[in-house]
């Protein structure tokens, strides 16, 4: 490239430097800079493109403790989908440390499926030379190459806006853990709809991964803690679920005595009885959105620093019926 | 290894030429077979480990038309799980042709689930020089390095055997292909279910991926075609669920007038109204059983062919109650 040509440095430390990969000297890193800046040079990646789209894989990360969860599963395929589309394969990396930082190098670049801040294989990810997107906004200090993201705040204050409507003065929320952008963003949306609906707040947080059992334990605890409790939104995949024979053994009639919504909708919400309100996160296609916003970096028809919006909907079953 | 010194060869090449990977010529696999006869050597995979265990990931390869089913979603994150432990990656092969040949240099072994015998990516595999484990048989040529099998057989009979203690008489099966070794052992297995019980044989085979409005259509056609049927037993995943709206809307009670189950297990299922009996697959478990096998296979624990069976199961449920 004609940076690297002007500066009389290879194009892999011109690219590495304009990248602040760690790799090159701070002297050499401001040889590039001034010469990119003289030669009106804008970094976008295709010089990274040409260089690394050549081991026909991208990778994907995953938080280790969700993996259990059917969204991801979702997730996983929609990457596969759409890396498919385009004849590569699909690393998932498991592995930390040096064998982690190796497999990077095989990789054209990285899916990050809610990125962790207390992750160290994200940490390596973002500071090597691979482009990562990720799905949600990485809360640390590194920027991904490209980000894919939905308004969960607006979708869960309008979740609880309908329960408002049907009738529910006194909505409480199982929460899930502030570790991810995600669960923190519900958290707080909850939060500020509460103090605009002048309630009070009413919350629970479950870990990642919690057992059925727990889960159960939890709600039996939130519903003695507060018993005038008129609506719950659970937050974690499959909390919901297990929410009805909870609340059934408490004998309230889900539908009329208390509304039930999910903030995951998942394959059996639409069969319980009644059925489950839930919020579609509409995981298969944020997964091969992820993957194809990345394969866009890489040819350069997306630019460094990208952010996609990703819609999701709401979809309105029996365990929120306006109460007669 | 010895035979490769006493043959004149390199290890690599004595390795190829025992593991008859076509790299090899007619000539030297001889004089590396005659060697090791000689030797009194048994090939076993060690030699293929300690060449073989250095990438850090195994690949796994799955039919495409079968990605969307909740089954292999479980059996890749079982896999995942597996290699996990093992600090090892996992790549989803989905490329085909030299992109495919290159993945297999830079895996220590390949999974496959469900070979089929019309794959090239399978072909390319079971001749390259990676030790394979196959989930369910390959029923062409080459040896897979090990297989996990279920008896898949042997469970939809008793579960036809069920229907019929419950008061079934004419019995039909909503089949899959017979691409894939599973779906030809149900229908072989049903087949000789009805020979032994001297019942007429009441089958119509559905192509993988069929969406759920061709599901249902073949249902009615099968019902139409076959009005006598009392009990349907449907081996696509997700089509027993399809079924349930089918059979309501034909006027017939799933658990009275018809028995209904599934020969793959998914969450939605316990949920229906009613829900419906199924065999679990434990895909999980499979996928994770797969893993194992072949990181055995590397460490030398396990022989070349080993086969190792995978425990199933029946989950009975209201779809099937004996009718009173």
Chains 1, 2 share one sequence.
């Not at 990703?310 to 109460?323: D, K, N």
């Amino acid at each position: 490239m004609e940076v690297a040509r002007a500066a009389g440095v290879s194009k892999t430390t011109a690219s590495d430097a304009l990248r602040r990969s760690g790799r090159v000297s701070e002297k050499t890193r401001q040889l590039v800079a001034e010469t990119a800046d003289r030669l009106g040079y804008t970094p976008n990646l295709s010089a990274r493109s040409l260089r690394a789209a050549t081991t026909g894989a991208i990778g994907l990360h995953l938080p280790e403790v969700l993996t259990r969860s059917e969204y991801y599963m979702s997730f996983v395929f929609g990457v596969i989908d759409q890396a498919s589309r385009h004849d590569y394969d699909v690393t998932l990396l498991t592995s930390r440390g040096a064998r982690a930082r190796a497999a990077f190098h095989r990789l054209d670049g990285v899916v990050l499926g809610d990125p962790l801040v207390t992750d160290p294989v994200v940490h390596g990810l973002l500071a090597s030379s691979v482009p990562v997107v990720t799905c949600e906004r990485f809360t640390g200090d590194a920027e991904p190459a490209g980000t894919v993201r939905s308004d969960h705040a607006a979708m869960l204050s309008l979740l609880f806006d309908r329960l408002h409507d049907a009738g529910a003065a006194r909505p409480a929320l199982l929460a899930s853990s502030t570790i991810t952008d995600w669960g923190a963003i519900l958290q707080r949306a909850y939060r500020e709809w509460c103090e605009r609906r002048g309630t009070a707040v009413r919350l629970r947080e479950l870990p990642y991964g919690a057992p059925p059992e727990v889960t159960q334990d939890e709600i039996r605890a939130l519903l003695s803690a507060e018993p005038g409790i008129d609506a719950l939104v659970c937050a974690p995949d499959g909390s919901a679920a297990a929410a009805l024979p909870v609340l059934r053994e408490e004998g309230r009639e889900v539908g009329r005595d208390v509304l039930l919504a999910a903030c995951v909708d998942s394959g059996p919400l639409a069969h319980t009885d009644p059925p489950i309100t839930a919020i579609d996160l509409r995981p298969r296609e944020a997964g091969a959105a992820c993957a194809e916003l990345l394969f866009d970096l890489l040819a350069g028809r997306a630019d460094e620093g990208a952010v996609r919006d990703l819609p999701i909907g709401l979809v309105e079953r029996g365990s929120t019926a306006p109460r007669g």
